[in-house]
């Protein structure tokens, strides 16, 4: 295990700038024994082999490591998630290998099932979104079918991009058509734009999936939104994913495939926090960050990697009895798009 504030052990801090580069500082190791004991465990997933769009989510792990600074207490919860309420430590990369996407996914799954089987839970840096479906796979594997919250101007419910089964936009298709996901636990929050038609909407209301358009997150609030999503997803093993594209461009310019008319950072980082404190998390990732500037000056990388902070700090409340502060509204099964995509409304089953 190497600390990499151990030089700087008399000040509690090192510059963010300075020392090997860890997620907020945090110890690192290679070694799978060193897991045991641990809470979490940040893993990178450098690829983006498998995006339709901008490449360059490779970088997002780099990128959001280099974003971040020591940790020290939430101010708007007390809780210390990294130094003091959780014990996490930084596992490094998974072996991903370029141009070999199916080997990169075995190897992926393989580093997040090492984190699973030492009882901690694995928090991973994308990378495109296809690395979901590794990540989702290894949790199955140890817990079963799981639930899914899942952030995103996309649905990622498609069959195939531009003939291609494997693919960063079909993920979720592949995971509830496997039964890795359970269709009835599956909340998306964020849903605008364009894609996908009406085809993949159908499949969605048909498995009872349901969908919170964007235009639902406005109307209703954010509150009610996660309120409803705990409800929905109940009790039980859930993974939560976030592709950053979710965030309106203004506040996440560097991503593959941004959507103007999205959700503010601060929304996010909020229900980020309630919806790890209010469910059982059991992995989660932060996806699609396409950095393009230095350290926290990549205004997307630093909301990524605060977006990890939050999810970190609401496992440690949930774990520590404290809770969150969750609106409880009514749960809409099987949301769907209206007639045609983007006409606001929901539909019920």
Not at 47 to 71: E, V
Not at 225 to 243: A, H, K
Not at 306 to 334: F, K, Y
Request: proline share 7%; hydrophobic share 40%; glycine share 12%.
């Amino acid at each position: 295990m190497i600390d990499p504030i151990q030089r700087w052990a008399d000040y509690g801090e090192k510059p963010d700038y300075a020392g090997l580069l860890t997620f907020a500082g945090l110890p690192y190791t290679e070694d799978p024994d060193e897991l045991i004991g641990c809470d979490a465990a940040i893993v990178g997933a450098p690829m983006d082999d498998l995006t339709s769009d901008a490449p360059g989510a490779r970088f997002g792990p780099r990128a959001i490591r280099a974003a971040g600074c020591t940790t020290g207490p939430h101010l708007a919860t007390g809780v210390d998630a990294l130094r003091e309420a959780l014990r996490v430590v930084d596992f490094g990369d998974a072996a991903i290998l370029p141009g070999d996407p199916v080997r990169s996914h075995e190897a992926i799954q393989e580093t997040v099932a090492t984190v699973l089987n030492a009882g901690a839970v694995p928090i991973v840096l994308g990378g495109d979104h296809s690395i979901a479906e590794p990540n989702v796979r290894a949790c199955v594997q140890l817990h079963g079918p799981v639930g899914l919250i899942h952030f995103d101007s996309h649905s990622d419910t498609g069959r195939e991009v531009f003939g291609v089964e494997i693919s960063h936009g079909t993920p979720m298709y592949r995971l509830v058509e496997s039964g890795e996901i359970e269709p009835a636990r599956y909340v998306q929050i964020g849903l605008r734009g364009y894609w996908p038609g009406t085809a993949e909407f159908d499949w969605q209301r048909e498995r009872a999936i349901t969908s919170f358009f964007m235009h639902d997150v406005r109307a209703r609030g954010i509150h009610a939104v996660v309120g409803d999503t705990i409800q929905r997803i109940g009790e039980g093993p859930v993974f939560l994913s976030v592709d950053v594209d979710v965030l309106d461009p203004a506040f996440a310019p560097g991503t593959g495939t941004p959507e103007p008319g999205g959700m503010t950072s601060g929304d996010l980082l909020w229900a980020c926090r309630e919806l790890a404190a209010g469910c059982q998390i059991v992995g989660a990732d932060v996806v699609e960050v396409l950095p393009d500037r230095l350290g926290a000056l990549d205004i997307t990388a630093l909301t990524a990697e605060r977006i990890v902070r939050e999810v970190l700090t609401g496992i440690a409340m949930r774990r520590n009895g404290t809770g969150g502060e969750h609106v409880t509204g009514e749960s809409q099964r099987g949301a769907a798009a209206p007639d045609r995509v983007g006409i606001p409304g929901v539909m019920k089953r």
